[in-house]
């Protein structure tokens, strides 16, 4: 059974092709409107979220589909102790497709492994968040038109941000990407990632604790939120939590075309007065991200045989 659980169960190809179908849906609407019909999604979110959780149930409605979730970790069976891998085979048994979000790294691929039918990772732990990536590529391709020769500044927590993580992986197979690594040295981004993909694949980057010194260059800057919640101690949050805040001060040395993403929530990283530039493009990135769920649902269900 089909799952995807990193960015890399997708292919180039695939990511090229879902986002021609999210934007087959943006364009035409109605063909999509009935083609999950009586199909069911289970969202299981044992994490906080608001817009990952309503955008695959927005998604699953706006295909015809249904939802059907648990309201919260502590009210579900896992409260009991029900492991991930027996909740995983208990929902396959009422729903088509499960989206999970999870704290423990690898909790998704233990539910994948377990479940008979297609599960999407949406977020593990520190780990990883494909789908998220899918809500950045569609805005990338939107406002750049295309990936290859961007430089790219990654800002913030890039330790536990998994968003960061699985960017990374998806923007390195495109042609003459760079990246600019904003981060306190407390929050760079880990090595496994540097080692594996970075380096692995030859991919030029450089680290810097200075987003001021960073912003000319940057084609693309990606702002993301300290993760409180991955911190082994509140003081050291406290210490790094405003490392970084973007304000129309700081964009004044960026380029005029540069795009600014997050993938929200935001706390204090970006001034509110940038909302209005035409450079900031979140809210933007929410919406992508919803016709991108839907253009994955629609993928697996068809794989699986279901639709
Ligand atoms: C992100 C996440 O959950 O990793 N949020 C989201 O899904 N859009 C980023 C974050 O929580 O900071």
Redesign the pocket.
């Known amino acids: 059974m089909r799952s995807v659980i990193d960015i890399l169960d997708l292919s180039t190809e695939e990511l090229e092709s879902l986002m021609a179908t999210a934007l087959d849906i943006v364009a035409r609407p109605d063909d999509y409107a009935d083609a999950c019909r009586r199909k069911k999604l289970a969202t299981l979110f044992f994490e906080p979220?608001t817009?990952?959780r309503m955008s695959f149930e927005a998604a699953m409605y706006e295909l015809g589909g249904h939802v059907i979730s648990m309201s919260s970790a502590a009210s579900s069976s896992a409260a009991k102790g029900e492991s991930v891998a027996d909740t995983a085979k208990v929902v396959s048994c009422y729903a088509d497709i499960i989206a999970i979000r999870h704290p423990k790294e690898g909790a998704a691929l233990v539910a994948a492994e377990n479940a008979d039918v297609p599960v999407i990772n949406a977020?593990d732990g520190g780990h990883c968040?494909p789908t998220?990536t899918l809500a950045d590529l569609l805005t990338i391709r939107r406002e750049k038109g295309s990936f290859e020769g961007l430089t790219v500044g990654l800002c913030g927590d890039l330790k536990f941000?998994?968003?960061v993580h699985s960017l990374i992986n998806a923007l390195s197979r495109y042609r003459d990407v760079r990246f600019v690594l904003i981060s306190p040295e407390e929050l760079k981004v880990p090595s496994y990632v540097k080692r594996d993909v970075l380096k692995k694949q030859g991919i030029p980057y450089q680290q810097t604790t200075s987003l001021e010194d960073a912003i000319p260059e940057l084609d693309i800057l990606y702002m993301?939120?300290v993760?409180r919640e991955r911190f082994f101690n509140e003081e050291d949050y406290l210490r790094l939590k405003d490392s970084y805040i973007l304000t129309p001060d700081k964009l004044r040395r960026a380029k005029a075309d540069m795009s600014i993403l997050h993938?929200?929530?935001r706390v204090n990283e970006i001034s509110v007065a940038i909302d209005a530039d035409p450079r900031a493009c979140y809210f933007k990135q929410v919406l992508n991200g919803k016709y991108m769920r839907m253009a994955l649902i629609l993928m697996l269900l068809k794989e699986a045989g279901t639709i």
Request: proline fraction near 13%; charged fraction near 20%; glycine fraction near 14%.
């Open positions: 979220s817009r990952t977020g968040h998220q941000g998994r968003t993301t939120r993760q993938p929200l929530p």
